[in-house]
């Protein structure tokens, strides 16, 4: 099991080496990030976009793109159709968006044609290497879903619990947070915790998979918290998974782990049939180099 | 201006004492924190509650009750009520949660006739000292309300420009958190957002603060991923007070600071005619007495 982001680079650069599809590559940090994957025996690239504009950042990077497999197009939608064809027509395993709006490259994804479609919801899963807890945290939905009913929030929860076995955890904990503990009618994000709790219950989420809810971030991540409030979980105080209510919850705690808890972090679109690599321009470099590790794990592993 | 915790601290004491009318004495963390607040010269406590077992735990504390004014009552709301009336009637400052519900406390805060209603709205407000911050955070709503509309944000946020100056604050500088940067129909929190600084833009809030959003907590908080995303506001990188959309998302904000960022708080429910005090079972020692602290200052400066 991986606990560690430093675990997960090694995984990466131990196993079969997985081909990289890049839409719009031309993007500095982006292809700084992906060469570096690639130098590290972690990734084998395929750039797709604007061949001229990613010859001249690698000149202006002294990037070493030789050998590189590079598919020359400028059309933005056409270059994140090829990108995410490559995929779908098995000549690589996952996908990175570059240069070019999340919106295009996730039109591409769903496509019913060339996509990478599947019964699954798109959903965002972050994971932190917070100080002070003693594995990965994966948090969902911080990105894209903003107010997911429970059939959704199932979904958003099971992909979470994809990436997590795919990284080796036999045994997934799933806290459903909200701000309270009791279900509350009046607080929707705890009702439906309550239900998630009883699909869980019911085996819904198959073997090894433990959800619990409603519960407060305290009570997932500290057992003296947990202890003081009495509140009984195996999930508390040692939850794999945080999966939040709304964006506004999962945005607020993972900006607050990495600017104020120095959180290092990976993350990637699930719930396609390969997992999509999407990275901020606020990223550290370091973090873009975790993402390409956890989606080429992923890719590996699903 | 207070721009840590131990000034707070040190202010309560160079102030001239408040009265603390303590509302169901008879619990030890409360006890302990309230007897402590008061050897340090920041409060003159009157216990309000059941008189044998405040006795008992001062005893099995070692807690020296010697000269303090206890009025005894075992009923739970006639102790509120009184504890209140102490308040309303001009014989204490503020009021502070002991071993009693929140919800009895609060009711009679709110009565009509002896309670310490006004305009305004009852919100809380919690105040954070986080490493890597420059000074103190102030954090509404993660406690009290749910899923507030404009006018009820307007006023939580009037609550918190309230505490920030009562602390000394001339220029209050607002953040109306959300997940994005833009404002989006289908996110009513950046709607929302954008309305409340419209209306700080036409003076509502008064002199000397700034309210700004839609912004995700890394803007409000750091410069340098404003300037990665080109978000040009004299509050990115420099917020006093997060305002949230939902309590989730405070509450998750306000837990990530506390369990991994190591930061200490003190909290405060605003918009009586006079702060309640209001600690939490997890909370440590410290925060207790900083939230005891908190309350004395914003009352003697209201």
Same mark, same amino acid.
């Given at each position: 099991m991986i606990k560690? #982001?430093?675990? #997960?680079?090694?995984q990466a650069k131990k196993q079969e080496k997985m081909k990289l599809s890049v839409a719009a590559a031309q993007d500095g940090e982006v292809l700084a990030a992906v060469v570096e994957a690639s130098e590290m025996g972690i990734i084998e690239p395929v750039l797709v976009g604007d061949e001229k504009a990613i010859g001249a950042i690698a000149d202006e990077k002294g990037l070493d793109l030789n050998g590189y497999r590079i598919i020359d197009e400028q059309d933005l939608a056409e270059t994140a159709r090829k990108a995410v064809w490559l995929v779908s027509g098995g000549q690589a395993d996952f996908v990175m968006k570059g240069l070019i709006d999340t919106s295009i490259l996730l039109k591409a994804v769903l496509d019913k044609e060339i996509g990478l479609r599947t019964? =699954?919801? #798109?959903s965002h899963v972050m994971m932190y290497e917070v100080k002070g807890y003693h594995k990965l945290l994966y948090l969902t939905d911080g990105g894209m879903n903003m107010y997911p009913d429970v059939p959704t929030k199932a979904k958003i929860i099971k992909n979470a619990i994809a990436a997590a076995k795919a990284l080796g955890n036999q045994n997934v904990k799933v806290a459903c947070l909200a701000a309270k503990e009791k279900v509350n009618p009046k607080m929707p994000a705890t009702v439906d915790a309550g239900e998630l709790k009883q699909m869980g219950v019911e085996g819904f989420f198959g073997e090894g998979v433990t959800v619990e809810g409603p519960m407060a971030l305290d009570l997932a991540i500290s057992k003296e918290a947990a202890e003081i409030k009495r509140y009984e =979980?195996?999930?508390?105080g040692d939850a794999d998974v945080l999966m939040v209510p709304n964006i506004e919850m999962g945005n607020g705690i993972g900006k607050a782990l990495s600017y104020f808890a120095s959180a290092s972090s990976a993350g990637?679109?699930?719930?396609? =049939?390969?997992?999509?690599? #999407?990275? =901020?321009?606020?990223?550290?470099?370091e973090n873009k180099l975790n993402s390409i590790a956890l989606g080429s794990v992923i890719a590996a592993n699903k």
């Open positions: 560690t #982001l430093n675990d #997960l680079i090694e019964e =699954s919801q #798109l =979980s195996p999930v508390a990637v679109i699930m719930g396609a =049939s390969a997992p999509v690599v #999407l990275v =901020s321009r606020a990223d550290t470099h």
